[in-house]
């Protein structure tokens, strides 16, 4: 079963995205370097808890 996700801006601490994911497959956290429009630049972005 897929769980909902979301990502958190590293230097402005915002919620930006939102994903789902199966995490029997994939337990690790996600980390992707994504557009934050709060800092208008490409930052990186990790899985937070929900």
Known sequence: M?????F???ECQRLN???TKDKKKHPDRL????YCR???KHVI???VKK
Not at 31 to 34: G, M, P
């Open 31 to 34: 980390e992707f370097k994504k």
């Open 17 to 19: 995205y939102n994903a």
């Open 8 to 10: 958190q801006c590293t």
């Open 45 to 47: 972005h990790k899985e």
């Open 2 to 6: 897929r769980e909902p996700i979301q």
């Open 38 to 40: 709060f800092c208008r």
